[in-house]
């Protein structure tokens, strides 16, 4: 299928011991419409964070989780709370709300909303655009790099080579591959931002997102 197989959920890592606390004081409340761009890329910080040994107030992870359960719409989630939901969102926030479940020792593969957003992806699923109706016409197809890099984290955050009837990253990868330019680099169609474009793309193919679960490492014979 393209990758590694899929790990099971749980895991037996041992945290690290903390030393010391340092308290972290909220400086400003956001808006009330919400960013879920900037909302997932939290969830990232905050999980390395939990995997470095950190503790934070459970409250955040809480709030967290019932930000995401209570911005989507249908199935899938967009920018802000009240748009049509689209691609790179809903992956988005299928990766950080298994983050949060994971952080609180809940499962998350059959979670209604986590499930939820999966099935939506699966409908709307491409490879050569950030696909949902906001998208599609939208004038936000130059992002398309940047949902892909969202699958990728939301399929190895769940634990999954398959979103509906797609293997995700065969299929993305051979659309990457055949998309890159001659000077190494991938920009989208009707943008100016290749650098952004290319990081997305690697990150995509070097399956870059370290998995919620530890994987077992495998001693290789020496030839």
């Given at each position: ?138 004038g936000q197809n130059g992002w ?80």
């Amino acid at each position: 299928g393209g990758g590694s197989k899929a790990p099971k959920p749980g895991s037996t890592r041992t945290k690290p011991k903390v030393t010391r606390k340092v308290p972290i004081k909220q400086m400003k409340t956001g808006p009330a419409a919400g960013d879920n761009s900037t909302s997932q890329y939290a969830a990232l910080g905050l999980r390395a964070c939990h995997a470095a040994g950190i503790v934070m107030p459970l409250e955040v992870v809480e709030l967290a989780e019932k930000w995401w359960r209570e911005s989507t719409p249908s199935g899938g989630w967009d920018y802000h709370k009240g748009n049509g939901p689209y691609g790179s969102m809903t992956a988005g926030a299928v990766g950080g709300l298994t983050i949060y479940l994971y952080m609180q020792n809940k499962p998350w593969m059959k979670d209604k909303e986590v499930v939820g957003g999966l099935d939506w992806m699966a409908k709307n699923f491409a490879v050569d655009r950030n696909t949902g109706a906001v998208e599609d016409g939208g004038g936000q197809n130059g992002w398309q790099y940047y949902w892909l890099y969202a699958v990728e984290r939301a399929g190895i955050f769940y634990g999954t080579e398959s979103i509906g009837g797609h293997e995700w990253y065969v299929e993305g990868a051979k659309y990457l591959l055949g998309e890159q330019k001659a000077d190494g680099s991938w920009q989208s169609k009707g943008a100016d931002h290749a650098i952004w474009d290319t990081c997305f793309a690697v990150l995509f193919l070097r399956r870059a997102t370290r998995p919620l679960v530890d994987v077992a490492s495998v001693d290789r014979a020496k030839k």
